[in-house]
């Protein structure tokens, strides 16, 4: 596709189950991003992958989150024994990396809403 | 630690008039500057950028202004329209291409 898919689009689960969310990038792109969205509130960084470096995982809240991305593909954001206060939505990024890599393209998100 | 931050949580303007959007940042390592549009169930999107050694950037009707020694940024939409309702981001980045976001300032242009 042409732009950046994530799947599913809408989560809705129960206190202290565990989640996985999907991300294609942009093909070509070297770097992946997650952000979180909590509602009435700015971006806020969870985690960076570029090419083969070691991820840069000081957004990431708590040792519940974890993300893994396979190659230059697709990565899968894990929100394990979810919380109440996890409700977010959760956008995922790519870019190119490297100079002209500062413009991310996102995709539309996954709505997550925990009971 | 908010190191950029949108003052103003939402504007009001009338179609046709300029909207001016306000954001200051605090980390004097931040190189590049970003802002993001995001309608609602979609996306932020790419929407004009500066770089540190410039202080003013254009394209089209959106201007970024940058003030470095204020640590402050300004984005001019002239004339506003309708579809430029939207929430819109500024962000920021220091080494490498991580981007600190502010909080956001929903625009109502009326027509």
């Known amino acids: 596709g042409a732009g950046v898919s994530q799947s599913p689009s809408n989560k809705v689960t129960e206190k202290g189950k565990d989640v996985e969310l999907r991300c294609d990038p942009i093909?070509?792109?070297?770097?992946l991003y997650w952000y979180r969205q909590r509602l009435g509130q700015g971006l806020e960084f969870l985690i960076y992958?570029?090419?083969?470096?070691?991820?840069?995982k000081s957004g990431l809240p708590s040792d519940r989150f974890s993300a893994e991305r396979t190659g230059e593909s697709v990565s899968t954001l894990t929100i394990q024994r979810t919380q109440q206060e996890d409700s977010a939505v959760y956008l995922c990024?790519?870019?190119?990396?490297?100079?002209?890599?500062?413009?991310?393209?996102f995709g539309s998100g996954t709505q997550l809403s925990v009971l | 630690d908010q190191q950029v931050k949108q003052n103003s949580p939402s504007l009001s303007v009338q179609e046709g008039r300029i909207s001016i959007l306000n954001c200051d940042y605090t980390?004097?390592?931040?190189?590049?500057f970003l802002w993001y549009k995001k309608y609602p169930a979609e996306g932020p999107t790419f929407l004009i950028s500066?770089?540190?050694?410039?202080d003013k950037n254009e394209d089209g009707r959106f201007t970024v202004f940058l003030n470095k020694s204020a640590k402050h940024l300004s984005l001019h939409i002239v004339p506003s329209q309708p579809g430029d309702s939207a929430v819109y981001f500024c962000?920021?980045?220091?080494?490498?291409?991580?981007?600190?976001f502010g909080g956001g300032t929903r625009v109502l242009v009326k027509p």
């Open positions: 990024a790519s870019s190119l990396g490297g100079t002209g890599g500062e413009k991310l393209f």
């Open positions: 093909s070509g792109h070297t770097a």
């Open positions: 992958f570029q090419g083969n470096s070691a991820p840069d």
């Open positions: 980390n004097s390592m931040f190189d590049y």
């Open positions: 500066i770089s540190s050694i410039k």
């Open positions: 962000a920021a980045k220091a080494a490498g291409n991580k981007l600190t």
